[in-house]
Protein backbone atom coordinates (compact mmCIF):
# COMPACT_ATOMS: atom_id res chain seq x y z
CA UNK A 1 0.00 0.00 0.00
CA UNK A 2 1.18 3.73 -0.89
CA UNK A 3 1.82 5.93 2.32
CA UNK A 4 -0.35 8.15 0.88
CA UNK A 5 -2.99 5.99 1.30
CA UNK A 6 -1.81 4.72 4.83
CA UNK A 7 -1.80 8.07 5.84
CA UNK A 8 -5.19 9.06 4.66
CA UNK A 9 -6.51 5.55 6.51
CA UNK A 10 -4.37 6.08 10.19
CA UNK A 11 -4.97 10.19 10.01
CA UNK A 12 -8.67 9.78 10.08
CA UNK A 13 -8.61 6.81 12.14
CA UNK A 14 -6.86 9.22 14.94
CA UNK A 15 -9.81 12.11 14.80
CA UNK A 16 -11.62 9.87 17.80
CA UNK A 17 -8.92 10.92 19.95
CA UNK A 18 -9.01 14.23 22.01
CA UNK A 19 -6.46 14.11 24.14
CA UNK A 20 -3.88 15.59 21.87
CA UNK A 21 -3.38 19.27 23.27
CA UNK A 22 0.35 19.97 23.89
CA UNK A 23 0.35 22.60 26.71
CA UNK A 24 2.62 22.45 29.50
CA UNK A 25 5.45 21.28 28.06
CA UNK A 26 8.79 23.01 27.18
CA UNK A 27 11.26 22.42 23.73
CA UNK A 28 13.90 19.84 24.41
CA UNK A 29 17.69 20.35 24.08
CA UNK A 30 18.59 17.40 21.72
CA UNK A 31 22.28 15.86 22.92
CA UNK A 32 24.36 15.48 19.64
CA UNK A 33 22.31 17.12 17.10
CA UNK A 34 24.06 18.48 14.11
CA UNK A 35 21.92 21.28 13.96
CA UNK A 36 23.45 25.20 15.08
CA UNK A 37 23.77 25.15 18.86
CA UNK A 38 22.83 21.82 19.40
CA UNK A 39 18.69 22.56 19.16
CA UNK A 40 17.96 19.99 16.62
CA UNK A 41 14.76 19.76 14.33
CA UNK A 42 11.20 20.86 15.55
CA UNK A 43 12.43 23.24 18.43
CA UNK A 44 10.13 26.80 17.17
CA UNK A 45 10.95 30.09 18.90
CA UNK A 46 8.05 30.18 21.24
CA UNK A 47 9.01 26.51 22.57
CA UNK A 48 6.69 23.60 22.16
CA UNK A 49 3.53 24.22 20.16
CA UNK A 50 0.32 23.21 20.94
CA UNK A 51 -2.79 21.50 18.77
CA UNK A 52 -5.21 24.11 20.46
CA UNK A 53 -4.55 26.99 22.07
CA UNK A 54 -6.56 28.75 24.41
CA UNK A 55 -8.09 31.45 22.25
CA UNK A 56 -9.24 28.76 20.13
CA UNK A 57 -6.26 28.37 17.31
CA UNK A 58 -5.55 25.11 15.78
CA UNK A 59 -1.76 24.39 15.31
CA UNK A 60 -1.26 21.30 13.74
CA UNK A 61 1.01 18.53 14.98
CA UNK A 62 0.81 15.18 12.84
CA UNK A 63 -1.82 12.78 14.57
CA UNK A 64 -2.05 9.39 13.53
CA UNK A 65 -2.50 5.79 14.46
CA UNK A 66 1.13 3.37 13.87
CA UNK A 67 -2.04 0.57 12.62
CA UNK A 68 -6.09 0.61 12.99
CA UNK A 69 -5.91 -2.87 13.24
CA UNK A 70 -6.15 -4.40 16.53
CA UNK A 71 -6.99 -7.90 18.88
CA UNK A 72 -9.54 -5.94 20.73
CA UNK A 73 -13.05 -5.64 20.15
CA UNK A 74 -14.38 -2.80 22.11
CA UNK A 75 -17.99 -1.96 20.45
CA UNK A 76 -17.59 2.06 20.76
CA UNK A 77 -14.36 1.77 18.76
CA UNK A 78 -14.46 1.92 14.93
CA UNK A 79 -10.88 0.12 14.59
CA UNK A 80 -12.26 -2.89 16.64
CA UNK A 81 -11.55 -6.21 15.02
CA UNK A 82 -14.78 -6.86 13.78
CA UNK A 83 -14.92 -3.48 12.10
CA UNK A 84 -15.19 -3.94 8.27
CA UNK A 85 -12.94 -0.14 7.59
CA UNK A 86 -9.71 -0.25 5.44
CA UNK A 87 -6.67 -1.15 7.43
CA UNK A 88 -3.44 -0.26 7.24
CA UNK A 89 -0.56 -0.13 9.18
CA UNK A 90 2.69 2.15 9.52
CA UNK A 91 6.63 1.43 9.90
CA UNK A 92 8.27 3.14 12.56
CA UNK A 93 10.45 4.38 9.95
CA UNK A 94 7.22 5.56 7.79
CA UNK A 95 6.62 7.63 10.56
CA UNK A 96 9.84 8.42 11.61
CA UNK A 97 10.00 9.68 7.98
CA UNK A 98 6.31 11.79 7.52
CA UNK A 99 7.31 13.87 11.00
CA UNK A 100 10.56 15.03 9.42
CA UNK A 101 9.34 15.96 5.93
CA UNK A 102 6.41 17.75 7.19
CA UNK A 103 7.76 19.72 9.59
CA UNK A 104 10.60 20.88 7.36
CA UNK A 105 7.84 21.84 5.26
CA UNK A 106 5.94 23.93 7.80
CA UNK A 107 2.88 21.60 7.87
CA UNK A 108 3.13 20.37 11.51
CA UNK A 109 5.07 21.18 15.01
CA UNK A 110 4.60 17.96 16.86
CA UNK A 111 3.38 14.47 16.42
CA UNK A 112 0.90 12.48 18.67
CA UNK A 113 1.18 9.07 17.85
CA UNK A 114 -1.68 6.60 18.92
CA UNK A 115 -2.16 2.81 18.06
CA UNK A 116 -4.50 -0.14 17.66
CA UNK A 117 -2.85 -3.18 19.35
CA UNK A 118 -1.18 -5.22 17.56
CA UNK A 119 -0.14 -8.66 18.51
CA UNK A 120 -0.16 -7.37 22.05
CA UNK A 121 0.97 -4.09 24.08
CA UNK A 122 4.29 -4.91 24.57
CA UNK A 123 4.80 -5.34 21.07
CA UNK A 124 2.70 -2.18 20.02
CA UNK A 125 4.36 0.01 22.74
CA UNK A 126 7.87 -1.29 21.42
CA UNK A 127 7.20 -0.08 18.08
CA UNK A 128 5.52 3.54 18.81
CA UNK A 129 8.98 4.02 21.38
CA UNK A 130 10.97 3.24 18.50
CA UNK A 131 9.70 6.12 16.50
CA UNK A 132 10.06 8.15 19.20
CA UNK A 133 13.28 7.24 20.09
CA UNK A 134 14.53 7.40 16.67
CA UNK A 135 13.32 11.20 16.26
CA UNK A 136 15.70 12.29 19.13
CA UNK A 137 18.91 10.77 18.57
CA UNK A 138 19.11 9.78 15.44
CA UNK A 139 16.90 12.99 12.99
CA UNK A 140 17.34 15.30 15.97
CA UNK A 141 13.97 16.21 16.59
CA UNK A 142 13.06 18.29 19.82
CA UNK A 143 9.95 19.34 18.67
CA UNK A 144 6.62 17.56 20.93
CA UNK A 145 5.95 14.34 20.89
CA UNK A 146 2.61 12.40 22.80
CA UNK A 147 2.58 8.79 22.68
CA UNK A 148 -0.70 6.50 23.71
CA UNK A 149 0.45 3.93 26.29
CA UNK A 150 -1.33 0.97 25.94
CA UNK A 151 -2.80 -0.82 29.14
CA UNK A 152 -1.18 -4.17 29.74
CA UNK A 153 2.11 -2.79 28.92
CA UNK A 154 5.15 -3.58 31.01
CA UNK A 155 6.50 -1.69 33.37
CA UNK A 156 9.72 -1.09 31.59
CA UNK A 157 7.76 -0.17 28.35
CA UNK A 158 5.82 2.60 29.73
CA UNK A 159 9.53 4.04 31.17
CA UNK A 160 10.92 4.01 27.98
CA UNK A 161 7.62 5.77 26.28
CA UNK A 162 8.33 8.35 28.95
CA UNK A 163 11.73 8.81 28.04
CA UNK A 164 11.26 9.94 24.88
CA UNK A 165 8.07 11.50 24.67
CA UNK A 166 7.24 15.26 26.15
CA UNK A 167 3.67 13.39 27.07
CA UNK A 168 2.43 9.87 27.49
CA UNK A 169 -1.54 8.68 28.58
CA UNK A 170 -3.78 6.14 28.67
CA UNK A 171 -7.22 6.12 27.92
CA UNK A 172 -9.56 5.45 30.59
CA UNK A 173 -12.13 4.73 28.05
CA UNK A 174 -15.13 5.25 29.69
CA UNK A 175 -16.20 6.81 33.23
CA UNK A 176 -16.71 3.64 34.92
CA UNK A 177 -15.95 0.10 35.69
CA UNK A 178 -19.04 -1.20 35.00
CA UNK A 179 -19.43 0.46 31.33
CA UNK A 180 -15.73 -0.79 30.48
CA UNK A 181 -17.51 -4.54 31.27
CA UNK A 182 -20.35 -3.83 29.16
CA UNK A 183 -18.76 -2.54 26.21
CA UNK A 184 -15.06 -3.20 26.21
CA UNK A 185 -14.87 -6.78 28.66
CA UNK A 186 -11.01 -7.55 26.88
CA UNK A 187 -9.82 -4.15 29.27
CA UNK A 188 -9.21 -4.04 32.67
CA UNK A 189 -9.75 -1.14 34.27
CA UNK A 190 -6.81 -2.04 36.79
CA UNK A 191 -4.52 -2.53 34.17
CA UNK A 192 -5.34 0.90 32.75
CA UNK A 193 -5.10 2.43 36.76
CA UNK A 194 -1.83 0.38 36.76
CA UNK A 195 -0.30 1.96 33.59
CA UNK A 196 -1.18 5.37 35.29
CA UNK A 197 0.46 4.84 38.39
CA UNK A 198 3.31 3.82 36.54
CA UNK A 199 3.62 6.69 34.30
CA UNK A 200 3.01 8.98 37.96
CA UNK A 201 5.62 7.46 39.99
CA UNK A 202 8.42 7.64 37.57
CA UNK A 203 7.25 11.59 37.13
CA UNK A 204 7.69 11.73 40.93
CA UNK A 205 11.00 10.47 40.73
CA UNK A 206 12.16 12.80 37.81
CA UNK A 207 10.82 15.73 39.85
CA UNK A 208 12.44 14.67 43.33
CA UNK A 209 15.78 14.41 41.18
CA UNK A 210 14.58 17.73 39.57
CA UNK A 211 15.33 16.48 36.43
CA UNK A 212 12.23 16.67 34.35
CA UNK A 213 12.98 14.23 31.67
CA UNK A 214 10.96 11.92 32.05
CA UNK A 215 7.25 12.63 30.11
CA UNK A 216 7.78 16.00 31.11
CA UNK A 217 4.60 17.48 30.17
CA UNK A 218 2.69 15.41 32.70
CA UNK A 219 0.06 12.35 31.59
CA UNK A 220 -3.50 13.00 30.53
CA UNK A 221 -6.43 10.68 29.62
CA UNK A 222 -9.72 10.65 27.61
CA UNK A 223 -12.81 9.03 28.37
CA UNK A 224 -16.16 8.76 25.94
CA UNK A 225 -19.41 10.21 27.26
CA UNK A 226 -22.96 9.33 25.92
CA UNK A 227 -22.25 5.90 24.70
CA UNK A 228 -24.00 4.87 28.14
CA UNK A 229 -26.79 5.85 30.30
CA UNK A 230 -23.55 6.91 33.01
CA UNK A 231 -24.62 10.49 34.51
CA UNK A 232 -22.42 13.08 34.63
CA UNK A 233 -21.95 12.93 38.12
CA UNK A 234 -20.14 9.35 37.95
CA UNK A 235 -18.18 11.05 34.61
CA UNK A 236 -16.98 13.93 36.86
CA UNK A 237 -16.37 11.78 40.06
CA UNK A 238 -14.23 9.25 38.10
CA UNK A 239 -12.46 12.19 36.24
CA UNK A 240 -11.83 13.60 39.84
CA UNK A 241 -10.63 10.72 41.40
CA UNK A 242 -7.90 10.57 38.32
CA UNK A 243 -6.69 13.91 39.33
CA UNK A 244 -6.54 13.12 42.93
CA UNK A 245 -4.59 9.70 42.51
CA UNK A 246 -2.41 9.88 39.94
CA UNK A 247 -2.05 13.80 39.45
CA UNK A 248 -3.30 14.17 35.64
CA UNK A 249 -2.95 16.96 33.77
CA UNK A 250 -6.07 16.77 31.87
CA UNK A 251 -9.06 14.65 31.73
CA UNK A 252 -10.32 15.08 28.32
CA UNK A 253 -13.98 14.67 26.98
CA UNK A 254 -15.25 12.81 24.22
CA UNK A 255 -18.66 12.38 23.11
CA UNK A 256 -19.22 9.44 21.58
CA UNK A 257 -19.60 9.03 17.42
CA UNK A 258 -21.78 6.51 16.21
CA UNK A 259 -19.35 4.45 13.85
CA UNK A 260 -20.46 2.55 11.12
CA UNK A 261 -22.03 -1.19 11.62
CA UNK A 262 -22.07 -0.03 15.12
CA UNK A 263 -23.59 -2.26 17.75
CA UNK A 264 -27.12 -2.44 19.11
CA UNK A 265 -26.48 -1.86 22.68
CA UNK A 266 -25.00 1.89 21.36
CA UNK A 267 -26.95 5.08 20.71
CA UNK A 268 -28.02 5.42 17.19
CA UNK A 269 -27.61 9.12 17.31
CA UNK A 270 -24.60 11.54 18.76
CA UNK A 271 -24.58 13.00 21.95
CA UNK A 272 -25.48 16.70 22.23
CA UNK A 273 -22.21 18.46 21.87
CA UNK A 274 -23.29 20.84 24.71
CA UNK A 275 -22.91 18.02 27.51
CA UNK A 276 -19.42 17.50 26.22
CA UNK A 277 -18.92 21.51 26.91
CA UNK A 278 -20.36 21.46 30.17
CA UNK A 279 -18.25 18.66 31.15
CA UNK A 280 -15.41 20.38 30.53
CA UNK A 281 -16.61 23.38 32.22
CA UNK A 282 -16.93 21.73 35.21
CA UNK A 283 -14.01 20.01 35.28
CA UNK A 284 -12.45 23.62 34.98
CA UNK A 285 -14.01 24.13 38.15
CA UNK A 286 -13.02 21.27 39.63
CA UNK A 287 -9.26 22.19 39.20
CA UNK A 288 -8.93 25.74 39.45
CA UNK A 289 -12.01 27.14 41.26
CA UNK A 290 -11.99 24.96 44.14
CA UNK A 291 -15.42 23.29 43.44
CA UNK A 292 -15.89 19.99 44.74
CA UNK A 293 -18.21 17.33 42.80
CA UNK A 294 -20.81 17.19 44.99
CA UNK A 295 -21.62 21.19 44.80
CA UNK A 296 -22.13 20.88 40.86
CA UNK A 297 -23.86 17.41 40.54
CA UNK A 298 -25.18 15.37 43.11
CA UNK A 299 -28.53 12.72 43.50
CA UNK A 300 -30.88 15.24 43.02
CA UNK A 301 -29.04 16.77 40.31
CA UNK A 302 -26.81 13.98 38.57
CA UNK A 303 -26.35 15.92 35.48
CA UNK A 304 -25.44 19.60 34.46
CA UNK A 305 -27.85 21.81 33.32
CA UNK A 306 -27.93 22.24 29.34
CA UNK A 307 -29.03 25.77 29.06
CA UNK A 308 -26.20 27.31 31.40
CA UNK A 309 -23.01 26.94 33.03
CA UNK A 310 -22.36 25.07 35.53
CA UNK A 311 -20.77 27.70 37.83
CA UNK A 312 -24.45 30.34 36.99
CA UNK A 313 -26.35 27.02 38.25
CA UNK A 314 -24.77 27.08 41.29
CA UNK A 315 -24.56 30.70 41.69
CA UNK A 316 -28.71 30.66 41.24
CA UNK A 317 -29.33 27.81 43.71
CA UNK A 318 -27.17 29.78 46.49
CA UNK A 319 -28.34 33.24 46.08
CA UNK A 320 -28.16 33.21 49.78
CA UNK A 321 -24.22 33.77 49.51
CA UNK A 322 -24.92 37.16 47.40
CA UNK A 323 -24.25 39.80 46.68
CA UNK A 324 -20.36 39.60 47.85
CA UNK A 325 -18.25 43.19 48.57
CA UNK A 326 -15.81 42.58 46.16
CA UNK A 327 -13.71 45.14 48.51
CA UNK A 328 -13.46 42.60 51.15
CA UNK A 329 -14.03 39.08 49.38
CA UNK A 330 -11.20 36.81 49.71
CA UNK A 331 -10.03 35.09 46.04
CA UNK A 332 -11.51 32.00 46.57
CA UNK A 333 -14.63 33.54 47.18
CA UNK A 334 -14.70 35.77 44.39
CA UNK A 335 -13.46 33.04 41.87
CA UNK A 336 -17.10 31.31 42.65
CA UNK A 337 -18.94 34.76 41.30
CA UNK A 338 -20.41 34.01 37.53
CA UNK A 339 -18.65 35.77 35.09
CA UNK A 340 -15.53 36.32 36.87
CA UNK A 341 -12.66 34.15 35.77
CA UNK A 342 -9.40 33.78 37.54
CA UNK A 343 -7.63 36.63 35.78
CA UNK A 344 -10.82 38.79 36.41
CA UNK A 345 -10.63 37.94 40.31
CA UNK A 346 -6.58 39.04 39.66
CA UNK A 347 -7.69 42.39 38.50
CA UNK A 348 -9.96 42.77 40.98
CA UNK A 349 -7.63 42.07 43.88
CA UNK A 350 -5.09 44.42 42.46
CA UNK A 351 -7.36 47.29 41.71
CA UNK A 352 -9.15 47.22 45.43
CA UNK A 353 -5.91 48.74 47.00
CA UNK A 354 -6.15 51.59 45.20
CA UNK A 355 -10.00 52.44 45.14
CA UNK A 356 -13.47 51.77 45.97
CA UNK A 357 -14.42 49.88 43.04
CA UNK A 358 -17.65 50.63 41.06
CA UNK A 359 -19.12 48.83 38.07
CA UNK A 360 -17.47 51.49 35.67
CA UNK A 361 -14.41 50.40 37.23
CA UNK A 362 -15.01 46.43 35.94
CA UNK A 363 -15.80 47.62 32.57
CA UNK A 364 -12.79 49.01 32.01
CA UNK A 365 -11.36 45.49 33.77
CA UNK A 366 -12.68 44.04 30.66
CA UNK A 367 -15.39 42.06 33.19
CA UNK A 368 -18.62 41.35 31.47
CA UNK A 369 -21.18 43.32 33.95
CA UNK A 370 -23.97 41.69 33.16
CA UNK A 371 -23.04 38.13 34.25
CA UNK A 372 -21.67 39.61 37.64
CA UNK A 373 -23.79 42.97 38.71
CA UNK A 374 -26.89 40.29 40.20
CA UNK A 375 -23.91 38.93 42.44
CA UNK A 376 -21.39 41.36 43.40
CA UNK A 377 -22.41 44.41 45.97
CA UNK A 378 -20.97 47.71 43.64
CA UNK A 379 -22.41 51.12 44.13
CA UNK A 380 -25.22 51.27 41.74
CA UNK A 381 -25.37 47.66 40.94
CA UNK A 382 -29.00 46.77 42.74
CA UNK A 383 -27.47 43.30 43.17
CA UNK A 384 -30.37 43.12 46.26
CA UNK A 385 -32.92 43.61 43.39
CA UNK A 386 -31.64 41.51 40.61
CA UNK A 387 -31.20 38.42 42.83
CA UNK A 388 -34.82 38.85 44.67
CA UNK A 389 -36.12 38.13 41.02
CA UNK A 390 -38.07 35.53 40.16
CA UNK A 391 -37.01 35.42 36.18
CA UNK A 392 -33.34 35.78 37.29
CA UNK A 393 -32.82 32.27 35.74
CA UNK A 394 -34.22 33.28 32.30
CA UNK A 395 -32.91 36.70 32.55
CA UNK A 396 -28.88 35.08 32.94
CA UNK A 397 -29.43 32.73 30.04
CA UNK A 398 -27.04 33.95 27.08
CA UNK A 399 -29.09 35.51 24.15
CA UNK A 400 -30.40 33.40 21.06
CA UNK A 401 -29.97 33.95 17.79
CA UNK A 402 -31.05 32.30 14.46
CA UNK A 403 -29.68 29.83 12.39
CA UNK A 404 -29.01 30.33 8.58
CA UNK A 405 -32.14 28.24 8.31
CA UNK A 406 -34.10 30.08 11.58
CA UNK A 407 -33.55 26.65 14.10
CA UNK A 408 -32.88 28.76 17.30
CA UNK A 409 -29.51 28.01 18.56
CA UNK A 410 -28.12 29.42 21.83
CA UNK A 411 -24.95 32.49 21.58
CA UNK A 412 -23.16 30.37 24.31
CA UNK A 413 -19.65 31.54 25.54
CA UNK A 414 -17.19 29.41 27.59
CA UNK A 415 -16.06 31.98 30.41
CA UNK A 416 -17.05 30.82 33.72
Known amino acids: ?110 LFLSSGVLKSPDHTMAEMVEVARTLRQERGFGGYIHLKTVAGASDEAIAEAGRWADR ?25 DRAMQVTKARIDEDRDRRSKRFAPAGQSTQMIVGATPTPDRDVLETADALYTRHRLRRVYYSAYSPTPHADGALPVARPSLIREHRLYQADWLLRFYGFAVDELVDASRPNLPDDMDPKLAWALRHRALFPI ?41 RISTRKVRPFLDLPGSDAARWLDRIDLRARMKPPEQLELFGARVSARDGQL
Do not use: W
Open 168 to 192: ISCNVELPTRRDLAKLAPEKRATEI
Open 325 to 365: DPMRADREQLLRVPGLGTRGVDAILAARKHRRLTLDDLRRL
Open 1 to 110: MKLHRKLTILADAAKYDASCASSGAKGRTVQGSRAQGGRGLGNTSNGICHSYTPDGRCVSLLKILLTNYCVFDCLYCVNRTSSDVPRARFTPAEVVHLTVEMYRRNYIEG
